[in-house]
């Protein structure tokens, strides 16, 4: 073993500290009785140099704890040939040598967290995007790819997938407990490759989207913030309001907001506009009618049959113009993106 080269003065950089020095904060982070166990099987000369050294470090920093730390499970990994104690198991170890605090940062480390900021970059991208570049991936890879995405985003993947495979991407997903680390450096891999074409290519990105759920969000007067944006660019604003007053909205409307709508609406736009609507709206709107005319509407919708899809949207456009209009008359207070409600 080495001999340290300044006890009592680490260099700032955890990979420029001496194997005496590492081997001096690893045992001091073990504890009396787990050190002595590691101490029994050093020669003299390894017992006296690394003694030395701990009796002469002082502030040590939690950094470089973490740093030490992380290379000694790197270094054992490889030479070792062990695969890799679980999550759990190491958590108890550590938590038991370090306390919880350093345990939990050097677990984060090691199992992931530090790849979370990477995903982030990626929440930008179309789901599609994404769901292209992961198609190819095994399923489990895809799980684990999904399992890092905030819920949402992860939704949109996976309904971008092939439809044949998202029930197995879907129990992968449900199965994942620990994330071992080969996989999680094959993650990272995929990431990297994800970053990398993000860099060198241009990627279509739901801006426009984007734009409408922050208006939607904002406290207070949103449609001066509309105003100024119709000053800068009258053509997207008009994109950006068709993407704010989405047909989908009247799904989370109140029962009251929605009879005051159906007041303005003809029954014969209602069984245009429904036509292959998502069950949520459709039911919605549904159910604000008295149970006969609802029967009756039902009827009205079979027999109307098949209608042309620009016909459907034209007609849901102009259903969401009078809402827009009841909104900005004050006579409805419309929700516009999805919000916890309190009785």
């Known amino acids: 073993m080495e001999e340290a080269r300044n006890p009592g003065n680490l260099p700032l950089d955890p990979a420029a500290v001496s194997?005496?020095?590492?081997?001096?904060?690893?045992?001091?982070?073990?504890?009396?009785?787990?050190?002595?166990?590691?101490?029994?099987?050093?020669?003299?000369?390894?017992?006296?140099?690394?003694?030395?050294?701990?009796?002469?470090?002082?502030?040590?920093?939690?950094d470089m704890v973490k740093g030490t730390l992380q290379k000694f499970f790197d270094e054992y990994r490889e030479q070792s040939g062990v695969h890799g104690a679980s999550r759990a198991f190491l958590k108890r170890t550590l938590d038991m040598a370090l306390g919880s605090d350093i345990a939990d940062s050097v677990l984060d480390n090691i199992y992931?967290?530090?790849?979370?900021?990477?995903?982030?970059?990626?929440?930008?991208?179309?789901?599609?995007?994404?769901?292209?570049?992961?198609?190819?991936?095994?399923?489990?890879?895809?799980?684990?790819?999904?399992?890092?995405?905030?819920?949402?985003?992860?939704?949109?993947?996976?309904?971008?997938?092939p439809e044949e495979s998202r029930d197995s991407v879907l129990v992968n997903v449900a199965r994942l407990t620990d994330v071992d680390r080969d996989l999680l450096a094959e993650l990272e891999e995929l990431v990297n490759r994800c970053l990398d074409s993000l860099n060198t290519?241009?990627?279509?990105?739901?801006?426009?989207?984007?734009?409408?759920?922050?208006?939607?969000?904002?406290?207070?007067?949103?449609?001066?913030?509309?105003?100024?944006?119709?000053a800068h660019d009258p053509e997207i604003v008009g994109e950006i309001e068709a993407r704010m007053y989405d047909f989908f909205v009247l799904s989370r409307q109140t029962e009251a907001v929605l009879m005051r709508i159906a007041e303005e609406i003809e029954l014969e736009q209602w069984a245009i506009a429904l036509k292959g609507a998502e069950p949520a709206v459709r039911?919605?709107?549904?159910?604000?009618?008295?149970?006969?005319?609802?029967?009756?509407?039902?009827?009205?919708?079979?027999?109307?049959?098949?209608?042309?899809?620009?016909?459907?949207?034209?007609?849901?456009?102009?259903?969401?113009?009078?809402?827009?209009?009841?909104?900005?008359?004050?006579?409805?207070?419309?929700?516009?993106?999805?919000?916890?409600?309190?009785e």
Do not use: C
Request: hydrophobic share 45%.
């Open 19 to 62: 194997p005496v020095e590492q081997a001096a904060i690893l045992l001091l982070s073990m504890g009396e009785e787990p050190a002595a166990g590691v101490l029994r099987y050093l020669s003299r000369e390894e017992l006296l140099a690394v003694t030395q050294t701990m009796s002469s470090l002082s502030g040590i920093k939690v």
């Open 112 to 161: 992931g967290d530090a790849i979370r900021p990477k995903m982030a970059r990626l929440q930008w991208v179309s789901p599609q995007w994404l769901a292209d570049r992961i198609a190819a991936e095994h399923v489990r890879m895809q799980a684990v790819f999904l399992a890092f995405l905030p819920p949402a985003l992860a939704g949109q993947v996976l309904d971008a997938l």
């Open 201 to 230: 290519q241009s990627t279509a990105v739901e801006g426009m989207q984007q734009t409408a759920d922050i208006i939607n969000r904002l406290p207070g007067d949103r449609a001066r913030m509309v105003e100024l944006l119709r």
């Open 283 to 342: 039911e919605a709107i549904i159910q604000t009618m008295p149970r006969r005319q609802a029967q009756s509407f039902e009827d009205m919708m079979r027999r109307s049959g098949p209608v042309p899809k620009s016909r459907v949207e034209e007609t849901r456009r102009d259903i969401m113009t009078q809402v827009k209009a009841l909104a900005d008359a004050g006579e409805i207070d419309l929700q516009l993106f999805p919000e916890e409600v309190l």
